[in-house]
């Protein structure tokens, strides 16, 4: 069962950067963008995330702003 998520709140005016499956990161904290790179958002922005069990990461399921 997927049961966790978070949601990052940047309320900031500097850029967040997540990035896609770092292997600098444990494998359980691990983040798959989906898009096969790393996304950046730049000032006030919320990115959501949930926890998947299957791939033993976390996956980014939307952004704004």
Do not use: E
């Amino acid at each position: 069962v997927n049961a966790k998520s978070i949601v990052l709140y940047n309320s900031t005016s500097q850029s967040m950067t997540i990035a896609d499956n770092n292997t600098n990161s444990t494998i359980t904290q691990r983040i798959l963008t989906l898009t096969g790179a790393d996304v950046t958002l730049t000032g006030t922005s919320v990115a959501s995330l949930i926890y998947n069990n299957a791939d033993v990461s976390w996956i980014l399921a939307g952004t704004q702003g």
